[in-house]
């Protein structure tokens, strides 16, 4: 079965970089979350689109923007990168609009900010 | 605003023995709420979902959890530890709401398991 798809999967950035993160999600899945899982932390939630409009925003600071395409995939865009920024980026997909809030998650994007 | 409490960031148990990890929810709305489980540089792979159907929900891999409203809790177990169940586990609650909810989890703390031979 299709998973949902995170590129890249390691990404190295010096402080006050900019980087990108893209996010395939499960085909027919409609809402696209993004997390922030910094080391030995859970999960936070940062932004979710619902049918490529932003639906709900969580801790993402304003440094950070994501977008969901007409194809539905999605893209996390970080600038002013910090030393606090390393951490795994998680997306998940899930079909809301068939009542299935089961989320399915992407391998991750391990950030490192040096 | 959802919350949910993990007891106990670790736990040890022998190959063979219950696995019981503990999971407290604080919800002011009828919570929908998962288990999830990340192994090492891994993604999180959903175990089990309560959707307010049945109250004891039965996960891949041999893991079952109960909900029960009276505790607000909804621990997971396994009857018998594997090798293989050494992972780190998430606790998660989102919101049933509706239309006016779009799903977005909030976890736990974790519970980092450790089987031993």
């Known amino acids: 079965a299709a998973g949902v798809i995170q590129s890249p999967r390691h990404l190295i950035k010096e402080k006050r970089e900019t980087a990108t993160l893209k996010c395939y999600p499960i085909?027919?899945?409609?809402?696209v979350y993004w997390y922030q899982q910094g080391p030995g932390q859970d999960p936070q939630f940062l932004i979710s689109?619902?049918?490529?409009?932003?639906?709900d925003k969580g801790s993402i600071p304003d440094r950070f923007s994501a977008q969901q395409f007409s194809d539905y995939h999605s893209e996390l865009n970080m600038s002013s990168l910090e030393l606090g920024d390393s951490a795994l980026y998680f997306c998940?997909?899930?079909?809301?609009?068939?009542?299935?809030?089961?989320?399915?998650f992407g391998p991750g994007t391990r950030l490192t900010v040096t | 605003a959802q919350s949910v409490t993990q007891l106990g960031s670790h736990v040890s148990v022998s190959e063979g023995a219950l696995v019981l990890l503990r999971c407290n929810y604080s919800?002011?709305?009828?919570?929908?709420l998962f288990w999830y489980v990340q192994y090492p540089n891994q993604g999180l792979q959903l175990l089990l979902k309560?959707?307010?159907?049945?109250?004891l929900v039965k996960g891949i891999n041999g893991f079952e959890a109960e909900f029960k409203k009276s505790e607000t809790s909804f621990h997971l177990t396994k009857p018998s530890a594997h090798m293989s169940d050494a992972a780190e586990y998430f606790c998660?609650?989102?919101?049933?709401?509706?239309?006016?909810?779009?799903?977005?989890?909030?976890f736990g703390q974790g519970t980092i398991l450790t089987v031993h031979p």
């Open positions: 309560y959707t307010s159907a049945a109250t």
């Open positions: 998940a997909s899930s079909q809301l609009l068939a009542g299935s809030y089961e989320q399915y």
């Open positions: 085909p027919r899945h409609d809402t």
């Open positions: 919800s002011s709305v009828p919570p929908y």
């Open positions: 998660a609650v989102t919101k049933n709401a509706g239309g006016t909810s779009y799903g977005k989890l909030t």
């Open positions: 689109f619902y049918e490529k409009m932003q639906s």
